[in-house]
């Protein structure tokens, strides 16, 4: 995976920022370092003596139209550079308004403490859920919709564009695109309570035949129980409180407080990029999720070691 880093941009988008975030910092080190070189100047031309003795000023003065020029110079080098730095920052806004028509949309709302992503198509049969976990093509600009549930959150993928709020009542859109294949680490930008900071996501950006491989997968239901102790599991979670919650589509449950789990499996994370997708963690989250995410909206499940297995074994066979 790459570095989370605004330095490392590998979209369009990221790409603006980062140039603006260059200007900013080699105009602003100059205007500083130069402010500092006059005091400088200034402080060694200071004339020394006992405080008893005032100094002789007349001496250090310019010629009255000299000090008048450098000082008409500065103020106009000044004004100069802020207009500048006005002018660019606009046009970087221009510019991240500009990428072309989206060829993948998304409905993405923010929880505590997960992400929900649903891609919206025109046909609603090709519409899917998934979370915590977005897959994009390559090279294809991507329109994010932004909406929150039951807090402000804010969006952040520094590789790929800059942060945007997600406000409950209040959509805001975002558009980015990756130019580089690779897995991008996101995380909410806006501390939103206990589990803020275990509220990551990450961007998986595929070449496109790939990705449509995937979506094509997303879109189908989930896969029959090949086993009998599968099939024991789906028994389980279906007839058990996790259906109040959670949804896999092609059975029973279809509640939408938590993330979908129809292809569960073939996500690499748990708990909003918490701790990796394996059967040790997923046993540990479905006993007691607040021990890997304390104050987590799921709650402790005690079941017998035989409900476990089953659920576990369904679970992880939910590619
Ligand atoms: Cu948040």
């Known amino acids: 995976m790459r570095a989370q880093d605004i330095l490392a941009s590998a979209g369009p988008q990221a ?4 140039a ?8 602003c080190t100059a205007v500083f370092v130069a402010v ?9 031309r200071a004339p020394r003596g006992s405080p008893a003795t005032p100094p002789d000023l007349s001496s250090l003065a310019l010629p ?6 450098v000082v008409a110079a500065a103020v106009a080098l000044s004004a100069a550079l802020l207009v500048y730095l006005t002018l660019a920052s606009y ?23 997960w992400w929900e992503v649903r891609y919206m198509d025109a046909d609603p049969s090709r519409i899917f859920t998934t979370a915590n976990e977005i897959h994009i093509p390559v090279g294809k600009p991507v329109l994010v919709t932004l909406k929150a549930d039951d807090v402000i959150h804010s969006f952040w993928v520094p590789n ?5 709020d997600l406000i409950p009542g209040r959509d805001a859109t975002l558009t980015l695109q990756a130019d580089v294949p690779g897995r991008y680490r996101g995380q909410c930008a806006e501390f939103c309570g206990v589990q803020h900071a275990k509220m990551a996501l990450l961007v998986f950006a595929d070449p496109p035949e790939q990705f449509e491989a995937w979506a094509a997968s997303e879109r189908k239901p989930a896969l029959e129980p090949a086993s009998e102790e599968e ?6 979670f279906v007839s058990g409180r996790c259906a109040m919650c959670h949804a896999i589509q092609g059975t029973m449950a279809s509640a939408r407080k938590a993330p979908d789990l129809t292809h569960f499996a073939s996500r690499e994370t748990l708990g909003a990029g918490t701790v990796p997708n394996s059967i040790g963690h997923l046993a540990g989250w ?8 304390p104050g987590v909206n799921m709650p402790a499940n005690p079941l017998d070691p035989d409900e476990l297995h089953a659920l576990l074994a369904y679970l992880g066979a939910l590619r």
């Open 15 to 18: 790409e603006h920022i980062e």
């Open 20 to 27: 603006l975030w260059w200007i900013m910092l080699l105009i």
């Open 36 to 44: 500092l070189l006059a005091l400088a100047w200034a402080l060694l």
């Open 64 to 69: 009255e139209r000299g000090a008048a020029i």
């Open 91 to 113: 046009v970087t806004d221009r510019r991240l308004a500009s990428l072309g028509a989206p060829a993948v949309q998304i409905e993405l709302t923010a929880h505590r403490w």
């Open 160 to 164: 790929l564009a800059g942060k945007k």
């Open 231 to 236: 099939s024991r599991g789906r028994e389980i």
């Open 286 to 293: 479905i006993l007691d999720p607040h021990s890997i995410k």
